[in-house]
Structures are given as C-alpha cells and as structure tokens.
C-alpha cells in the first residue's frame, strides 16, 4: 500500500512569488492533516480534513495560506504571496476516519525555501 | 508556546549503551505519540500510548505514559548505530498533533 506522498520534494522560490503544494492521502483515509516545522522550531500543526470539509484550520499563519481538498481526495496548500519567514518543511499527514488509536501517517515533506 | 518538551536536545552515546529522553508537558493528552525522523523523511510512527501508567515495548525500546497523561519516555537499550536520528514526541487531543521539539540521538560505533 502507498503511504503519504507529497509534491514537489524541494521548492525555492522568492519572496513574492506563489508556491503550491501537493498531498496526496493513503487511499481511503478520510482526515487529512497539514503540518510546517521552520527552522529550529517543533512541528506544528496547521489545519485538518475530513474528506473535503475543513474540519479545524486554527493553526493557519494568515491568509496568505489557502488550503483546498476538492472531492476530498488530494489537497493543496498554496501561499501566496510567499514570505521568508514561510520557509520550512511542510508535512502532510492522513489517517481514517474511524480510529482505534490516534495515528497518523506522514508524508515525506515538501522543504521550501523563500529567497 | 511549546506545550511538549523534550529532554535533552542532543544525546550522543557509544553503541551497547542505554538512553532515555523525557516528554513533559503542562497539558493533558488522550493520548501520546512517539516518531522517528530521519533525514529528508517524515516522521514515521514508533508508539501510541493511551493510558496513563500504561508501558509498551517495542524490542529494544520501551515507551511509558505517565500517570496523569502529561509526559512520557522512551528508553532504549543497548543502543545500536540503526538507532540514530531525531525522536519525536507528540500529545494528541481531537486528533491535533502538537510536536516537541525533538531529541538527536547519535549512537556511535
């Protein structure tokens, strides 16, 4: 089975310029999580999916960043316009709706660097 | 504010060693989580731990959840080289996982 990919791996863009990042889920996992590490600070969380709903996006930084998941499948999250201060790696991560135990699957990041 | 942290920072110890890092936090978790990350990966999911006081063994690793769900710790015993790389912890509450910053164990040959 397929884990969590994302798209691209690595991204250097400059300030101003508009970024999109892909999340592909493990197939049939309902929730959907994104989450950024910037340097030198713990990964935190940004928003969660459930199919196509945005379930909580209480950790967005602002409204440069706009997540989508239409048909609740993949998702997006573009930042636009970039800032340097959006420089990190972002993660994604998926689980299935129903859980026994809280687990989540991550993807391998996307590392952006805003020049 | 972080609510989770991790102790200590870095660990570098010789192979054939025991290690411990610590999770602490001021909060109360449903559960708590503990990852690995290695280099241009993503965190990949070593334990969950639900209970308080609750153990769990994975080989040569042990995981214990405090009484109170607020912190946690991974041992790990006769540390071998394959155990390199950045420990994570993670509380969970309604499915939002908030991180420590991370433990960098090295075990050298």
């Known amino acids: 089975e397929a884990g969590v990919t994302q798209f691209p791996s690595h991204s250097v863009i400059e300030k101003g310029q508009t970024v999109t990042l892909r999340c592909d889920p493990i197939?049939?996992?309902?929730?959907l999580y994104w989450y950024r590490r910037v340097m030198g600070k713990e990964i935190k969380f940004l928003l969660h999916?459930?199919?196509?709903?945005?379930?909580?996006e209480s950790g967005m930084p602002n409204n440069r960043f706009l997540a989508e998941r239409t048909g609740g499948t993949y998702s997006t999250l573009k930042v636009q316009p970039a800032e340097l201060e959006d420089s990190g790696v972002y993660f994604c991560?998926?689980?299935?709706?129903?859980?026994?135990?809280?687990?989540?699957?991550f993807g391998p990041g996307t590392r952006l660097l805003v020049l | 504010t972080q609510l989770l942290e991790q102790s200590p920072q870095f660990l570098s110890i010789q192979e054939g060693e025991n290690l411990t890092v610590y999770c602490n936090s001021s909060?109360?978790?449903?559960?708590l989580q503990w990852y690995r990350q290695e280099p241009g990966e993503g965190p990949v999911l070593l334990v969950t731990?639900?209970?308080?006081?609750e153990v769990k063994k994975l080989k040569r690793l042990t995981f214990q959840f405090g009484d109170a769900r607020k912190d946690s710790s991974l041992h790990i015993t006769a540390a071998q080289p394959g155990d390199t790389g950045l420990y994570l912890c993670?509380?969970?509450?309604?499915?939002?996982?908030?991180f420590g910053a991370g433990t960098t164990v090295t075990v050298r040959a």
């Open positions: 909060s109360v978790f449903s559960s």
């Open positions: 197939s049939g996992h309902d929730n």
């Open positions: 731990v639900v209970t308080g006081g």
């Open positions: 991560a998926s689980s299935p709706l129903f859980l026994t135990q809280e687990t989540q699957y």
């Open positions: 993670a509380g969970s509450n309604d499915y939002k996982l908030s």
């Open positions: 999916f459930v199919k196509e709903s945005k379930q909580d």
